[in-house]
């Protein structure tokens, strides 16, 4: 399971996390790594296998939820010829597979109740039974599972066994969400984005203009590390300018105007005043009071001049109102961020 990718950050939240995980990684015990996804579990796991005295062993990695059911005993302990429909010859696990090095059992809370009971005669005994087989085999394996589950409440909720979460959390590591790695959003953008810019041949990598970076930094993260890679390779592949600096950052790739949601309706009403409980006393008077301070002839003769002509003083007002943080402007439209900059586009409004 070798990475291309490595440890990058800063902050003392992530830092902490990451000694944790060199303190535990020389003992011969079972390791749980818990955090939301796309936190790097499976790279502590490589960590906690390449600095244990298992280094020069096989580390194997199972996602336990890419299996159906009843497969994943099969796979976790293998089994014999004719053990069940489909097996034509005999199989070892991956317990086998892992013997002398590390087992990565990811999704840990996905293993069903059956798979559970054996795995923990596994962990207890260290010994398996392959399926079909009454003979025990010997293992010497070390287990490290993740999960971004809450054991202890599905153990509560008669979901995971009570004594297997015992056998396997001696020590707990738990990954801070992206969120709340303070400094680390800019140091991981900047490190994916040159190596976007390499891989696109580019003689330089320009960085972002400070309101990417803010926009990068305000952002929640939902999927982490692993969705800041994609916004920002996919930003840097979309901008195409080695010489000028990222200044458009698209956190969905979903969000269109023509998005077949079935409730996108054409700009010139989109870009009405909402009139919604959550807009309403912060934003209702753009269009009727700002708007109007700042009006224009309209031609009413010519309908789609005074449709564009309306568009444009809505925006202006908006942008204006909210100091030109174009996703304040956004939400008080209620609009997507991509949308305003589609309609900032057609009106020569992006400066």
Known sequence: MERASQFIGQSTAFLDALDRASQAATLERPILVVGERGTGKELIAERLHRLSLRWDGPLVTMNCAALPETLIEAELFGHEAGAFTGATKTRAGRFEEADGGTLFLDELGTLSMGAQERLLRAVEYGEINRIGSSKPVNVDVRIVGATNENLPKMVDDYKFRADLLDRLSFEVITLPPLRAREGDVEVLADHFGRRMAAELSWDSWPGFDDMAKKELDDYAWPGNVR?????????????????????????????????PSGSNISSASS?????????????????????????????????????????KMILEAAMEKHRYNQRQTAAALNLSYDQLRHCLKKYDMLG
């Open 227 to 259: 969705e800041l890679r994609n916004v920002v390779e996919r930003a840097v592949y979309r901008s195409g300018n080695a010489n000028v600096a990222i200044n458009h950052i698209e956190f969905d790739p979903f969000e269109s105007i023509w998005s």
């Open 271 to 311: 870009l009405q005043p909402t009139t919604s409980t959550a807009n309403n006393d912060d934003n209702s008077d753009i269009s009727q009071n700002d708007a109007q301070d700042n009006i224009l002839p309209i031609d009413i003769n010519d309908f789609r001049k005074a449709s564009e002509t309306y568009e």
